[in-house]
């Protein structure tokens, strides 16, 4: 708020830059017009620019000079820094030499810019005046001279000015094709080298590139032993064009199981012979990770499986392989419905330039599980327990587990195999058996059993307990009676696996040993005088 029309000045503005200003009448503490404007006035630049920026060079120094303004500026702020680089990133410092100043220390054969603001004495400064680019004088055209690099994947550019063949003239690189990795395109022979090193980082992989312009030139990569002596030269790698898909005909290579902390050279030469030009070379350590191997299980039913999921810690875009049946894997996708139940290895490979990791992924299908189907119908006497394994045919998988659907409470016995239906009345008394599917869905079946009043039939005077149960194969048999007795022990599927004939002593243990069964739910059954008793045991 002012009182004065016109106003005070307005200081602290930047100079040549536009504002926009409103103004309002204030006739009271609550009473006010409305805003007018906006209305624009653009600052004036009192510290003139600078101009005239220009550079020589003698090995690593360069002499810089510009010409001053005419506001008497007593100071001058000076950036630099490598081609390219972005105002506010580069080096900076303040001269007070009039018109001209000089940097040493310079990296030969490189390309530099340089930045100049004028700094008056009422305090003010100048826009920066700017880019101008210069180049330092070749320096590494043997290999003894060559620049060290860091492998840290920025681009440093560099001037092929005065380089030559020197005698680094002798190696030869063999033909290829533009984009192997093996050699040039066409051997014309070293005309114009340029020569650097590098430490080889921990992964051992990097990849050389030129890529940062579009010049067309030739890169090679060496292992030596004495840098004087380039009968002691080993190529590595070499390349003439990227092999990225850009199409640049810039060079790019890749050189893969170094020994880290060894030193390695770096050759560059124009495509052309005496081409002159500035060029970029960056080095970049290749660490890929096809993740962890990992094992799996799925479905038969299952057709998306994202193998994907099954692995941790790596690198995308690689490639998924399978040999075994290419059709059953689409990206990382794995359909087991069209395989046999069994298990396969997939694999999954990333790679950059000659830097490949690869991951395993066993994938074991597992069959559906099976609970039998229901006997119809299943018909039992009230006057005793009840089998519920009898209630079920065809292919059965043991471990599984019986529900009460009804809520009779009275599954036990020796087992949960058992329905106690003593005294019970007569009707249907649904059970359900349940297998544990794992990575498949449950299979269930329900039984329904019917129980009958069986008032007049004789009752089973056998009695017997088994012991250990779990157990092996060998178990002791306790019964009640003393007389031959056929011991029979079948399958959950029926099948016969040991029947034999002894005669039991009541109150006696007999050992009963039944060989080369696999491990599983098996029903004991006990007939004497045409009674009958059965139980099941668990062989582990």
């Known amino acids: 708020s002012v009182t004065p029309n016109p106003t005070t000045v307005i200081s602290g503005l930047t100079q040549n830059t536009t504002y926009s200003f409103y103004v309002r009448g204030v006739c009271s503490a609550s009473d006010s017009s409305l805003w007018v404007g906006p209305e624009t006035v653009t600052t004036t630049l009192f510290c003139n620019n600078v ?11 360069a002499f ?8 008497g500026e007593t100071e001058w702020n000076v950036e630099y820094g490598p081609s390219g680089f972005t105002l506010g990133t580069g080096t900076m410092y303040t001269t007070s030499q009039n018109n001209t100043d000089t940097l040493v220390g310079l990296n030969p054969s490189s390309t530099y810019q340089f930045y100049v603001q004028a700094a008056c004495a009422s305090g003010d400064t100048s826009l920066f005046t700017g880019p101008f680019t210069f180049s330092t004088p070749l320096g590494n055209d043997e290999a003894c001279d060559a620049i060290d690099l860091p492998v840290d994947g920025i681009d440093r550019f560099f001037n092929n000015n005065g380089a030559t063949a020197s ?30 090193t590098i430490e080889a980082p921990a992964s051992g992989n990097v990849i050389v590139s030129s890529t940062g312009t579009s010049l067309d030139g030739q890169l090679a990569f060496f292992s030596a032993t004495d840098c004087s002596d380039y009968s002691t030269f080993d190529l590595i790698a070499a390349n003439d064009d990227a092999n990225d898909g850009s199409g640049t005909l810039a060079p790019e290579l890749s050189a893969c199981g170094l020994t880290p902390g060894e030193t390695y050279y770096i050759l560059y030469d124009p495509w052309s012979s005496g081409s002159v030009h500035n060029f970029a070379v960056k080095v970049i350590e290749v660490s890929v990770s096809a993740g962890i191997d990992a094992s799996v299980s799925i479905c038969q039913t299952e057709d998306e499986f994202d193998l994907a999921s099954a692995i941790s810690g790596q690198d995308f875009g690689g490639v998924w392989n399978f040999t075994s049946n290419p059709s059953a894997v689409e990206d990382s996708l794995f ?49 005793g327990d009840v089998f519920l394994p009898d209630g079920l045919s065809g292919t059965i998988q043991s471990g599984g587990t019986w529900s009460d659907d009804s809520g009779t409470g009275l599954i036990g016995g020796q087992n949960s195999n058992i329905f106690v239906a003593n005294g019970l009345p007569v009707g249907s008394y649904p059970f359900t058996y349940t297998v544990d599917g794992g990575v498949c869905p449950d299979a269930s079946t329900t039984v329904n059993v019917t129980l009958a009043n069986c008032v007049g039939v004789e009752e089973n005077s056998i009695e017997f307990s088994i012991f250990p149960n779990p157990n092996n194969g060998t178990f002791n048999l306790v019964s009640n009676i003393s007389e031959r007795t056929e011991i029979t022990i079948t399958d959950v599927q029926g099948k016969v696996v040991y029947n034999n004939v002894v005669t039991l002593a009541a109150g006696i243990a007999n050992e009963v040993e039944i060989n080369n069964v696999v491990p599983g739910m098996y029903i004991v059954k006990i007939t004497s005088n045409d009674n009958v008793a059965t139980s099941t045991i668990v062989v582990q």
């Open 335 to 383: 359909n087991a419905t069209i395989l046999p139940i069994n298990t396969y290895e997939v694999s999954y490979s990333v790679q950059q330039g000659c830097a490949v990791d690869t991951a395993i992924v066993n994938v074991t299908i597992v069959s559906l599980p099976q609970s039998g189907v229901a006997v119809n119908p299943f018909v039992a006497c009230n006057t």
């Open 64 to 71: 810089l000079s510009w010409t001053a303004g005419i506001d």
């Open 51 to 61: 101009s005239g920026l220009s550079a020589t060079t003698v090995v690593d120094t």
């Open 167 to 196: 005698e680094s003239g002798t190696i030869v690189i063999p033909s290829a094709g533009c984009t192997d990795n093996t050699g040039w395109c066409i051997n014309q022979g070293i005309t114009n080298s340029v020569w650097f």
